[in-house]
């Protein structure tokens, strides 16, 4: 894979979903369909609303300075819409597949307010800055970016964090890339956030993408990680995320035993180890993991919130295309929402929806 090429992978997200008449967290294990996004028409100056699986399986195509580009024949009309993928320069250069993938990458980043990207390949940042115009470009809010450095024990194996997160939301008030290099193939880059619209205002995120043939000594290495980052922020309300690897032959029963974060009582997995985290008929492996440290994080949690989201389902997608795109399924988990904000709703973390994007940067 060269580097005008990007892999995104383990999406971590905090999003707003729906919420009650009286912005109270939802508590359900099954969260409810997604509201229709209001795009901008722009042959109407109004908004119109598009069913967001309408959006993605309708033929997608590529042209300079679009996203979202109306057709000039009869389906303008209806208010139906072509979905277009933002080239810098060439037209008509992207497959039809890779249009689809970006659109549904798009689609699920917009629905977040922190999206974490893993097994990013993006060295010069220019795959991470069209993402991200896309989304400015896609709905109402804002995104930023904040990306590690390219992490990795090869040049072929090289791999950064990103994080994607709404401006009007959430802010960042720290970062800290973790520096030993013999714990881990790939270093936690570690961000603290806070946000006005969650019960807990100030919280720290721990992403680790393990290497397989590692994954219990990697996973148990995030106990020092937290030792570190919480005596840097004087806080202890951290979440810890992302493709451990931690199942299956990779992490058995008797191997978690040696896990700190499994077997210290003060951390807590949203995520069980029956839970299957990946796409394939093949495979029933719950990888993906959400684990949090203390009651007081854990009481933030909308109860029995964290689940897989069924990305394949949501698109009505068939389980070939959808391995095209992913081959995890999202986990989620809802934080609950500020008491003094009678309009705040919860946030949602979406994990590992891997989209390998072919010839994104081809026309950059």
Not at 132 to 137: A, H, I, K, T
Not at 192 to 204: E, L, W
Not at 265 to 280: A, E
Not at 340 to 352: N, R
Request: glycine share 4%.
């Amino acid at each position: 894979m060269n580097d005008r090429e990007i892999t995104w992978t383990d999406i971590l997200c905090l999003f707003s979903p729906p919420q009650s008449n009286h912005g109270v967290a939802l508590s359900s294990s099954s969260s409810p369909p997604p509201p229709p996004l209001l795009l901008p028409h722009p042959l109407r100056g109004r908004s119109q609303k598009v069913r967001v699986q309408d959006l993605c399986l309708q033929r997608a195509e590529v042209q300079h300075g679009e996203i979202f580009k109306p057709e000039t024949d009869a389906h303008a009309a209806t208010g139906r819409t072509h979905t277009h993928t933002h080239t810098h320069t060439h037209t008509n250069t992207h497959t039809h597949t890779d249009a689809l993938s970006i659109c549904f990458c798009v689609q699920i980043v917009s629905r977040c307010d922190i999206t974490l990207l893993q097994e990013v390949m993006d060295p010069d940042g220019k795959a991470v800055k069209a993402l991200v115009n896309s989304l400015n470009r896609y709905n109402r809010y804002q995104y930023k970016s904040l990306s590690s450095k390219s992490l990795g024990n090869s040049p072929s194996n090289m791999q950064q964090y990103v994080f994607i997160y709404r401006v009007e939301t959430v802010s960042v008030t720290g970062q800290h890339q973790y520096q030993k290099k013999q714990s881990f193939v790939r270093e936690p880059f570690v961000v603290a956030f806070q946000s006005n619209r969650t019960a807990i205002k100030k919280f720290i995120l721990v992403p680790l993408h393990t290497e397989p043939s590692k994954a219990v000594q990697e996973i148990d290495q995030l106990y020092d990680v937290f030792e570190e980052v919480s005596k840097k922020w004087n806080n202890k309300n951290v979440m810890f995320l992302g493709d451990f690897h931690a199942g299956c032959s990779y992490v058995t029963r008797a191997t978690k035993k040696k896990i700190r974060l499994f077997s210290n009582p003060k951390f807590f997995s949203l995520i069980g180890d029956k839970v299957d985290t990946t796409v394939s008929d093949d495979t029933h492996c719950a990888y993906d993991r959400i684990i949090v440290h203390g009651e007081a994080m854990l009481k933030t949690i909308t109860p029995f919130s964290a689940n897989v989201f069924s990305y394949h389902k949501e698109f009505k997608l068939s389980k070939r295309r959808a391995l095209e795109l992913s081959d995890h399924l999202p986990v989620e988990v809802r934080l609950k929402s500020s008491a003094l904000l009678l309009q705040a709703t919860p946030l949602l973390i979406l994990l590992s929806v891997s989209a390998i994007v072919q010839s994104f940067l081809s026309a950059l």
